[in-house]
């Protein structure tokens, strides 16, 4: 490394320092001491340095994501995952390495944002959103599979902590109900988001949150 790249390295570093105390975007959110230790981790600008120690932060909570039991433990820890692999494809994903991060993220996303959010009740008392035979992705009612992931673009409004049930709320959502068994339980598949509409195809493959080949149920 050149006298000038290692100028040019600490002067990021000092960047992101700064925003770290000030809990400024990008790394607002991040776990602090994760953070830090990536910041420090860097071995360079280029974005295969600064995907590797972004990703490497990521990696660490997505397996504390699959290894923990608790459900909350396990949806902050994938939205950590999430947070540090956004950080990766920072500020655009322009090269391989980023674009690797910026798909990682968007899987991470949807880990920590599933039908359990909204089966989970009120803190302060009263029923949930959604009846509890719907309390999970993947559930089958009627003969369909179902499941609610973030929609395209999508990105956190509130932490856990400002939500009435301790969940973290995104922007967009696309909700899917695909037959469980093609041909025997449905023969077509539906699809709905934040527009309200509902879309449906007679393919019975899962309707993709692009909604390619679906159309709006009349």
Not at 36 to 49: K, R, T
Not at 61 to 68: I, K, L, P, Q, V
Not at 165 to 181: C, D, F, K, L, V
Request: a negative charge; aromatic letters at 8%; charged letters at 20%.
């Amino acid at each position: 490394m050149t006298v000038s790249e290692q100028r040019s390295l600490e002067d990021g570093r000092a960047w992101l320092r700064q925003r770290l105390e000030r809990g400024v975007h990008p790394l607002d959110l991040l776990d602090q001491e994760a953070a830090w230790e990536a910041v420090e981790s860097l071995q360079g600008l280029d974005p295969e340095s600064w995907a590797a120690s972004w990703g490497a932060a990521a990696d660490r909570f997505a397996g504390e994501a699959a290894r923990t039991s608790d459900p909350g433990a396990k949806r902050e820890a994938w939205l950590q995952a999430y947070r540090f692999s956004f950080v990766g494809r920072y500020p655009i994903p322009n090269d391989p390495a980023k674009e690797r991060q910026y798909a990682r993220a968007r899987e991470f996303f949807r880990n920590a944002t599933s039908l359990d959010d909204l089966a989970t009740p009120p803190s302060s008392g009263g029923t949930s959103f959604i009846t509890p035979d719907l309390s999970a992705n993947g559930t089958v009612k009627a003969g369909y599979t179902v499941l609610v992931v973030p929609g395209t673009g999508a990105s956190q409004v509130l932490a856990g902590a400002a939500t009435c049930n301790g969940t973290t709320s995104q922007s967009s959502y696309h909700a899917t109900a695909t037959p469980a068994t093609l041909g025997q339980t449905g023969t077509r598949a539906f699809a709905t988001n934040n527009s309200g509409s509902v879309y449906q195809n007679y393919t019975g493959v899962a309707i993709p949150a692009s909604l390619a080949g679906a159309q709006v149920l009349q």
